[in-house]
């Protein structure tokens, strides 16, 4: 899985993270990926991003985003996605701007590289 445009890949993280999909999720990501919700831990890989986020996804949050900046240069673009975790009431429980790398694979789409969920608001 992945994506024709990297300015897609807000609107189906969004999509994967409300389904509950954590696997279909994952694999927005490329194999080697690194995904950090605070900056300092980390979860590397496939395998660990789809575990650390499966912990938000049973936490009854959805995800609501859209795409802030997208900048291409050939197989590589930096994104930043405009975020907010919204509990059962409709109540805020997160948010943040994200900074990522996504890179276009042999098959032309395009996968999360790094994601780094609060790095655009972070100072």
Known sequence: MGVQSPDL??????DRFNAGD???????????????????DKAVGRRQIEGALAGFMAAGL?????????HVAG?????????ELVDGTGAVAASGISAEVQR??????????????????RS
């Open 62 to 70: 959805s995800f609501r985003g859209e795409n802030v900046t997208t």
């Open 9 to 14: 890949m807000a609107s189906a993280f969004a």
């Open 75 to 83: 197989d590589t673009a930096l994104t930043r996605f405009r975020w």
């Open 104 to 121: 276009r694979g042999a098959d032309g789409l395009w996968r999360l590289v790094i994601d780094d969920s609060g790095g655009g608001s």
């Open 22 to 40: 954590a696997a279909g999720f994952a694999r927005l990501f490329a194999d080697d990926a690194i995904f950090t919700y605070d900056g300092s």
